[in-house]
């Protein structure tokens, strides 16, 4: 490679930097990705163009390839402490938007079944049926969208989402994971409208608000975000985690000050 052609890619890369630094700073974090990930192309022996490009896609949501980017950042220099600070934070967030397993739906169940007691025998033969909660179906399909959405087939889970909750509406752990995958799509609004949902649905679960805070942040709604951080992190729900707690309120730190 000549002197020149040398100085004309070390001033592409530098523009590189710039442009990318300059769209994240703005929150236009599309820009920011397309500029990092031209970096990692110019040059892929950087260990700090690749902690760049899984910051970024840290706050697109986007953490399985921000642990792949810090991963090879940490490859390249293993005590990167950005890379090492990166990976476990989105490593955290991961397991925060995991939806979580229903097993706590299992006591619910049997309120769903109608006992013999329950007919009376004056009851008009002519009264409508009640419509029939498909508990079964509905969390067979719901156990395949979390497998979808840990595959990123984002797509496919919200269609089997769509029939989990069809199947029994207001299903709290279907909303949740309804708005895990539409965060994968990067539809943060309809996002944050499934979160909400669920919270309304059952308020004793504490992920949909880790979710909404995730989505306002996302939508460039620092404030919102943080206080919803807050309200996880102060939540005595049983499905907090310590190291989660401590997570969002370095996120709510982070996105308004001490």
Known sequence: MSFFVAVLLAADALSLV???????AARDFRDALFAYQ???????????VWVKLGETYAR???DLEAVESFS????????NARAQQGIGA??????????PKPAADAARIASYAPSQRETAPSQPEMAPPKPAVDEAGARERYTVAVRMINERNYSEALTALDEALRRKPGYAVALVARGSA?????DYDSAAADYSAARGADPSLASPLFGLAE???????PSRAAQLYREYASSPAPDVQSALRD????NAQSLTGP
């Open 38 to 48: 031209d970096l990692t192309r110019e040059d892929p022996g950087s260990a700090t």
């Open 72 to 79: 090879r950042a940490l490859r390249l220099e293993p005590r």
């Open 215 to 221: 989505a306002y942040r996302a939508l460039g709604q």
């Open 18 to 24: 710039s442009a990318g630094d300059k769209a994240l």
């Open 90 to 99: 989105s490593r955290e967030r991961m397991a925060a938007l995991a939806p």
């Open 182 to 186: 539409r965060m994968g799509l990067l």
């Open 60 to 62: 697109m949501g986007h």
């Open 247 to 250: 997570y969002a309120l370095r």
